[in-house]
């Protein structure tokens, strides 16, 4: 096998065949009538990240664009660590952050699918302490000084909307009342679980109407501990035994058990202080397994996980989740005629609305963007990106640990893959 003109070097020969024997058979029904990327385009991608390395704006990336279930593109680039200067391989481990989301959020879809739970379950069934929690209203009075109210919610947040972020559950990264009330909650402190975590976020006030607003937040953390209670499980072994195992997802874990594992681990650079803070407080809590951040993985178990969501829910025989269930999950459930408000804050972007879990485009959008009608995608704070497209029959997946230049990244990402391709898929 070549890659862009030239041979593969040795490393990701192996690489190259242990994805190839992992999703043989993975080849969806788009496979026959899908255009091929342009070899001389994908060029364009290696050049990039070679240059954001060399500049010194990235430590390390591995890229990866497979479509009909092999691989068209796998690159690495940089180190996993600039202190020991050690390569990033495709075993190499990245804090997932926000991409740990869209499993948590497909595990739950197992269970509404099974039976054992439902879309319109409110919070409170499995949660008591969230039940009858008011919602917070700024309001301003006569001397133009902004005041904090209280009003009943009219009627309890669902399972349905901590899938799609309508809880009226934030976090902190928003401004004004809501970030006040989430710092002043101190939610990190000290040690907790997924059952202690959850009845802190309980304890405020829902920042709108359940069902009317996308805010981003904590809503798929509290979905984690609902899964634990369901199960009788804890989420990793919920996950593990459910899709981590029959998917061979070996490497993907909220703690990783050894130094040989730990030594695999991605670091971000010492500047990048934001990342830096986020996965020190991540370390710092392993008895919380946060299912909207907490997840470690590898390049090849999240295409294992990616194929599956291109082909529907099903890989090498195994089907996941019913058609059904799938189609709902990735269908837009905040676009026109929702009754969903959004702002500035709205992070599947332009041109996309949001299923359960994920962004799903639907629109070109103002901006244009390349990609296609029905494409699936998310992203982290970490700078790992992931993208399902089926008109393609493609995936593809960045990993990498960068916050500083990661929205740059992930837009120059994009338009080269896109770009690769013979015409506007």
């Known amino acids: ?12 020969l192996a690489a190259v065949a242990l994805i190839q024997h992992l999703l043989a058979g993975s080849q969806t029904a788009f496979a026959a009538e899908a255009p091929a ?19 010194g704006k990235l430590p390390g990336a591995v890229v990866l664009i497979q479509q009909h279930g092999r691989p068209v593109y796998l690159k690495t680039f940089g180190v996993r660590d600039i202190k020991t200067g050690q390569p990033i391989t495709v075993d190499t481990q990245f804090a997932l952050l926000s991409m740990t989301k869209p499993i948590t959020s497909f595990a739950a879809m197992m269970l509404v699918d099974e039976g054992k739970l439902s879309l319109d379950d409110p ?43 309508t809880s009226g559950i934030a976090g902190d990264y928003v401004t004004g009342w809501v970030r006040s009330v989430y710092l002043e909650a101190h939610l990190f402190d000290g040690r907790f ?4 975590f959850a009845d802190r976020i309980a304890k405020l006030p829902l920042t709108q109407q359940p069902g009317t607003f996308w805010r981003y937040g904590h809503s798929i953390d509290v979905l984690g501990r609902i899964i634990e209670i369901v199960s009788g499980e804890t989420l990793y072994h919920f996950l593990k035994r459910q899709l981590f195992d029959p998917l061979g997802m070996s490497h993907t874990k909220f703690v990783l058990d050894t130094p040989e594992e730990r030594a695999l681990m991605a670091e971000p ?11 020190k407080a991540r370390r710092l809590h392993p008895e919380w397994e946060s299912g909207g951040s907490g997840l470690v993985s590898t390049l ?11 082909n529907g829910g099903e890989l090498d025989g195994k089907r996941y989740l ?21 702002d500035h804050f709205y992070f599947p972007g332009d041109g996309f609305g949001f299923g359960y879990g994920f962004a799903v485009r639907t629109a070109a959008g103002e901006m244009r963007l390349a990609g296609s009608i029905g494409e699936l995608k998310w992203d982290s704070g970490s700078g790992t990106y992931f993208g399902v497209n089926p008109k393609l029959d493609m995936i593809y997946i960045l990993m990498e640990q960068v916050d500083k230049e990661r929205g740059p990244i992930r837009d120059s990402l994009r338009k080269l893959i896109y770009g690769a391709f013979p015409s506007d898929p």
């Open 1 to 12: 096998m070549r890659q862009h003109g030239s041979a593969w070097p040795a490393g990701l």
């Open 37 to 55: 990327p342009i070899p001389e385009k994908l060029r364009l991608l290696t050049d990039f990240f070679e240059e954001e390395v060399a500049s």
């Open 123 to 165: 919070v409170a069934k499995y949660v008591p302490s969230f039940a009858e929690r008011p919602v917070g209203v700024e309001e301003v009075d006569a001397s133009g000084k902004p005041t904090l109210d209280f009003v009943a919610a009219r009627r309890p947040p669902t399972i349905r909307d901590l899938l799609q972020h």
């Open 193 to 196: 679980d997924n059952a202690e």
């Open 269 to 279: 650079l010492p500047d990048d202080t934001l990342l830096v803070e986020l996965e």
């Open 300 to 310: 090849v178990d999240y295409a294992r996980f990616a194929q599956m969501l291109l």
């Open 322 to 342: 019913s058609r059904a269930a799938f189609d709902n999950m990735t269908t837009d459930h905040v676009g026109p005629g929702s009754g969903v408000g959004h």
